[in-house]
């Protein structure tokens, strides 16, 4: 496989107002940094640089997805104030083939909700309980290595009903101390591109330093990435058929 491009995005807003309250100490480098971190342990073979909603054109212009093979998209107070031409623009880049993993608070993201067309809601609470990963489908590349279950000790809550169209692949399904039970890995397919969707990793906790969530972040942007494929997105055409002629 050839080294693989990765991109991390994440609004940095909690880092820029230390909400919460001691989120440096876990996160001294921001969620972006410690996300960067596990993936540069678990593929020390792969490029990867950060990008923030601060940066110019939120650090996503044309240059720096053309040589992206895979995005992870952190998001949570600031969904709004991503700019809509970005967002076109993370969409070609999808639908031409370049992957995406949306990551917990993401599932209110501007590129996620368009991509699957639902509100990608949800029932939530944040009460520091403890969340069971759960493999349901043990043979998917994203489950390689990953202890079933998996454990975190004090996450936020996320609950069914989770508004996604059926997913195409369910991977996780995780428990929690309140009861609430929630489809936390699945994977969709638009255009030529992958999308991987996994909930884990609130501000508040350092879920992003476990070693088993960065491996499953390796393993999704190792089966989303699609290096070498032609980034052109598919397209309603009418071709001329002078080729073709009955009889």
């Given at each position: 496989m050839s080294k693989l491009r990765i991109t991390v995005w994440n609004e940095g807003v909690h880092e820029s107002t230390q909400d919460p309250a001691g989120m440096d100490e876990y996160y001294p480098d921001g969620i972006h940094g410690a996300i960067a971190s596990g993936i540069r342990e678990q593929l020390p073979d792969a490029t990867v640089r950060t990008a923030l909603l601060s940066d110019p054109e939120?650090?996503?212009?044309?240059?720096?997805?053309?040589?992206?093979?895979?995005l992870l998209w952190w998001g949570h107070k600031a969904h709004g104030q991503v700019d809509d031409a970005v967002v076109?623009?993370?969409?070609?880049?999808v639908l031409g083939g370049m992957g995406l993993l949306v990551l917990h608070s993401g599932h209110f993201s501007k590129i996620f909700t368009r991509l699957l067309g639902t509100t990608c809601s949800l029932s939530w609470r944040n009460a520091a309980e403890r969340e069971v990963v759960w493999t349901v489908d043990p043979t998917h590349p994203i489950a390689a290595g990953i202890p079933n279950p998996l454990v975190i000790p004090e996450q936020e809550t996320y609950g069914e009903f989770f508004?996604?169209?059926?997913?195409?692949?369910?991977?996780?399904?995780?428990?929690?101390?309140?009861?609430e039970v929630f489809r936390s890995g699945v994977t969709f397919n638009r255009g030529k591109g992958r999308i991987f969707y996994f909930s884990?990793?609130?501000?508040?906790?350092?879920?992003?330093?476990?070693?088993?969530?960065?491996r499953v972040l390796a393993n999704g942007i190792t089966w989303a990435a699609r290096p070498g494929v032609d980034r052109t997105a598919p397209e309603v055409s009418n071709p001329a058929r002078d080729w073709y002629s009955e009889g």
């Amino acid at each position: 496989m050839s080294k693989l491009r990765i991109t991390v995005w994440n609004e940095g807003v909690h880092e820029s107002t230390q909400d919460p309250a001691g989120m440096d100490e876990y996160y001294p480098d921001g969620i972006h940094g410690a996300i960067a971190s596990g993936i540069r342990e678990q593929l020390p073979d792969a490029t990867v640089r950060t990008a923030l909603l601060s940066d110019p054109e939120h650090g996503l212009p044309e240059e720096v997805l053309a040589d992206t093979d895979v995005l992870l998209w952190w998001g949570h107070k600031a969904h709004g104030q991503v700019d809509d031409a970005v967002v076109d623009r993370v969409q070609r880049h999808v639908l031409g083939g370049m992957g995406l993993l949306v990551l917990h608070s993401g599932h209110f993201s501007k590129i996620f909700t368009r991509l699957l067309g639902t509100t990608c809601s949800l029932s939530w609470r944040n009460a520091a309980e403890r969340e069971v990963v759960w493999t349901v489908d043990p043979t998917h590349p994203i489950a390689a290595g990953i202890p079933n279950p998996l454990v975190i000790p004090e996450q936020e809550t996320y609950g069914e009903f989770f508004d996604i169209p059926a997913p195409d692949e369910l991977i996780f399904i995780s428990s929690f101390t309140g009861g609430e039970v929630f489809r936390s890995g699945v994977t969709f397919n638009r255009g030529k591109g992958r999308i991987f969707y996994f909930s884990p990793g609130d501000e508040r906790y350092p879920v992003y330093n476990q070693p088993e969530i960065r491996r499953v972040l390796a393993n999704g942007i190792t089966w989303a990435a699609r290096p070498g494929v032609d980034r052109t997105a598919p397209e309603v055409s009418n071709p001329a058929r002078d080729w073709y002629s009955e009889g």
